[in-house]
């Protein structure tokens, strides 16, 4: 049954006197989402809003049952989630009232990869209960960024957010408190006064390469595979121009690899998309060549499954845990973070 714009009432307690203060709220059923989520949704985003403080009552079960035509079991399974999530309490089964603050936070990546699982993994063990992850991706798209954006402005507590470009600050993103909004891994732009977690695709990518320069001057040839289609800052290919160049090393770089493509025996190859290193791995096994003893293979971005696959795949990168640790501490403690994260190396077999 479809019930629009029915009226929420909950009772608050006055700090002045001891006495109900009742107030007014809309609540929308709709057919997205059953009716228990939606009315455990709706009491979570009322105590986000401080619209319900710690200790504030909640309309008894029978009262919420005959305001919106629900039945007394789904009043009640609503408010058993929000018991068991530590969210409300009650006395003896009854009398229930909010027993900790709801934080909602909004995590807008890029795109799902591994390492940014990572990410969102470390914010959910590093924080209380009480807070809830929202988690979006944008898919390098413009228009659902800004959507993204513009429609969860004022809604949450706190913003991370994967910028749309590496080198333009996204204009939406002025809509957003400077205070609750932290900027991760793009970063190449002059981000004015707001908290940050990047990655340096430049210097950092030269300077990593330094670490392993003994190593790459073993290959007759060092390729840089950059998929065209990969939103990768472009800068990338500069600075790994730029080494190779340094340090007379002979160099390509390769817009992606196709059926044509040949794995060249005593090259080094540096991946940035994975797909790409899985056809290079294919590819190298049809003509009998093994990664780490007939070629070098180095992968952009740590993944789990390198310590098993090929003997081990070697990685460049950041520590994305420690980006994710960085963002807890800047929700839970509010102190304003600026920190670009170092770009490593983890040497295996492939290398």
Request: glycine fraction near 4%; proline fraction near 3%.
């Amino acid at each position: 049954m479809y019930c629009p714009f029915c009226l929420f009432t909950f009772a608050r307690r006055s700090t002045v006197q001891d006495s109900i203060v009742l107030k007014p709220m809309k609540l929308e059923f709709n057919n997205k989402n059953t009716k228990v989520q939606q009315l455990t949704d709706f009491i979570q985003k009322s105590i986000a809003a401080h619209e319900l403080e710690i200790g504030d009552k909640l309309p008894s079960i029978n009262q919420l049952s005959k305001q919106f035509h629900l039945s007394r079991d789904t009043v009640f399974k609503a408010f058993t989630d929000l018991k068991n999530r530590k969210i409300i309490d009650s006395v003896h089964g009854k009398n229930y009232h909010v027993a900790s603050p709801i934080k909602h936070i909004l995590l807008l990546l890029d795109e799902y990869t591994p390492f940014k699982e990572m990410v969102y993994n470390t914010l959910q063990e590093s924080l209380p209960s009480y807070y809830e992850i929202d988690l979006w991706f944008h898919q390098y798209n413009e228009h659902l960024f800004n959507q993204i954006i513009s429609n969860c402005v004022g809604t949450h507590n706190n913003y991370l957010v994967m910028n749309y470009h590496n080198e333009r600050f996204s204009e939406v993103l002025a809509k957003i408190d400077k205070k609750k909004l932290l900027l991760l891994d793009f970063g190449k732009f002059d981000k004015n006064g707001y908290s940050y977690v990047c990655q340096d695709f430049d210097t950092a990518l030269y300077n990593a390469l330094e670490t392993i320069k003994v190593r790459l001057k073993k290959y007759r040839k060092l390729f840089l595979v950059f998929n065209k289609h990969h939103k990768h800052p472009q800068s990338s290919k500069e600075y790994f121009s730029k080494f190779c160049i340094d340090n007379n090393l002979p160099f390509e770089i390769i817009g992606e690899i196709t059926e044509k493509t040949i794995i060249s025996k005593n090259a080094f190859y540096l991946v940035i998309k994975q797909e790409d290193l899985v056809k290079i791995i294919r590819k190298g096994r049809s003509e009998r060549l093994k990664a780490g003893k007939d070629y070098g293979l180095l992968a952009y971005n740590e993944n789990p499954f390198y310590e098993v696959i090929e003997n081990g795949i070697a990685s460049i990168g950041i520590n994305w845990e420690r980006m994710g640790y960085l963002a807890a501490d800047f929700i839970m403690n509010e102190n304003p973070v600026r920190e670009f994260l170092p770009t490593e190396i983890v040497l295996r077999n492939s290398l």
